[in-house]
Nanobody
Framework: QVQLVESGGGLVQPGGSLRLSCAAS????????MSWHRQAPGKERELVAR?????????DYAESVKGRFIISRDNAKNTVYLQMNSLKPEDTGAYYC?????????????WGQGTQVTVSS
């Protein structure tokens, strides 16, 4: 059974930090590209950060979070992280973990249930 379980969300003041975790099970984690997405109330879900499955572990970020957020993964623990620094009120939203792999032309795409991040004074 495939599971992606996010944790680490909460209420934080502007300028603060949070570290999100996403624990994966039920699929070969190291073979999947992992990403974090967020959705603010009334807005579409958007990509925040992505880390590839390859040894080089290339990353890319939304312009709005570059220099503030860091995505990383620990394949031994089947976990992907999102370190969020210098948080702003506009970072508020539900954060979702996503796993994607394309094998023999078939796309495998899994989502977690999300964790809420609220940035407010």
């Amino acid at each position: 059974q495939v599971q992606l379980v996010e944790s680490g969300g909460g209420l934080v003041q502007p300028g603060g930090s949070l570290r999100l975790s996403c624990a994966a099970s039920g699929f070969p984690f190291s073979n999947y590209d992992m990403s974090w997405h967020r959705q603010a109330p009334g807005k579409e879900r958007e990509l925040v950060a992505r880390i590839s499955s390859f040894i080089a572990r290339s990353t890319d970020y939304a312009e709005s979070v570059k220099g503030r957020f860091i995505i990383s993964r620990d394949n031994a623990k089947n976990t992907v992280y999102l370190q969020m620094n210098s948080l702003k009120p506009e970072d508020t939203g539900a954060y979702y973990c996503n796993a994607v792999s394309i094998k023999r032309g078939e796309r495998y795409d899994y989502w977690g249930q999300g964790t809420q991040v609220t940035v407010s004074s």
